[in-house]
């Protein structure tokens, strides 16, 4: 790891300073109450789902093998952040280590990347299950949706091996602040010595590489209706469409949109404020 120097002295810093939300320490105090309430909902809602597949015998079904994995991604996606997070607020350093601040920027993204693939996957499998409802059960077998949910999660932690890599071999020099609640590649590539053809690359495979726009697209495809024998109104059809996958589009138009906003645009054109708030929503 690099050595991070300051422009006063040339001494070695253990770490950068996340600045989080800045407030009196009441401030501070009801921030990490309020968090924490959050993120014990979190545990608890997700927890609730991954215990309910596994002790319901009828549960267990392709779509629940799915959802079982998504909320486990649910619990794992904000423990590293919210955990730094509350300690922060109670610090009065709010230094994170090379170390901590390179792993939680791992697997912030890699998590995120595996959640928009659950969520590509999730979408295969309601779209099969609306439209051709005769074939699903002899196409979405367990054993489909199990290779389905590992390569999810192994390609969702490949993808940035080699950013975090090139990143984290950098050198970093000025100020150690980094003004967000945790390692985004914003303010952490701000802070580095000089701006490589290298390190642009790896800040595009950032920006552009979570597949939100195949997922968007995938959910903006009309479909054609099922393709059953099954008679009804159209008005029926479309209802019990949106009751299968309204909670899915709802999901995915929060978490991508607000994504998209951040990542998907130039960053000038954000306040650093405004970038902290929406990147807290959609991974809250």
């Known amino acids: 790891m690099k050595i991070f120097n300051t422009p006063s002295n040339s001494s070695t810093i253990t770490g950068f300073i996340l600045l989080g939300f800045p407030s009196p320490r009441q401030g501070q105090i009801f921030l990490f109450v309020l968090f924490s309430i959050v993120y014990l909902l979190t545990l608890m809602g997700n927890g609730s789902i991954i215990c309910a597949v596994c002790w319901g015998q009828r549960l267990h079904t392709a779509m629940y ?15 590293p952040t919210v955990l730094n997070m509350l300690v922060n607020f109670l610090s009065e350093t709010k230094i994170i280590s090379f170390s901590g601040c390179f792993l939680q920027f791992y697997f912030f993204f890699s998590l995120g990347s595996t959640e928009c693939l659950f969520l590509a ?22 054993r489909l949706c199990t290779k389905l949910a590992v390569s999810c999660w192994v390609f969702g932690f490949l993808w940035f091996l080699i950013p975090i890599i090139i990143i984290s071999q950098m050198s970093f020099c000025g100020s150690r602040i980094i003004d967000h609640f945790l390692c985004d590649p914003g303010p952490l590539l701000a802070l580095t010595c000089k701006r490589t053809a290298v390190m642009e690359l790896a800040l595009s495979t950032l920006k552009s590489s979570s597949p939100h726009y195949s997922i968007s697209l995938h959910h903006g495809v009309p479909h054609s209706g099922p393709k059953s024998s099954t008679k009804g109104p159209l008005s029926s059809w479309t209802k019990k469409t949106f009751s299968t996958c309204g909670s899915h589009l709802a999901v995915v138009s929060l978490f991508c949109g607000s994504v998209l906003v951040i990542y998907g645009t130039p960053t000038s054109q954000h306040e650093d404020r405004m970038h902290k708030i929406v990147t807290l929503f959609y991974s809250l």
């Open 65 to 79: 093998i799915l959802l079982v994995n998504f909320s486990f991604l649910e619990i794992c996606y904000v423990t």
């Open 121 to 142: 996957a999730m979408a295969f499998d309601q779209y099969l299950a609306i439209c051709r409802p005769l074939c699903y059960p002899t196409i979405i077998t367990g």
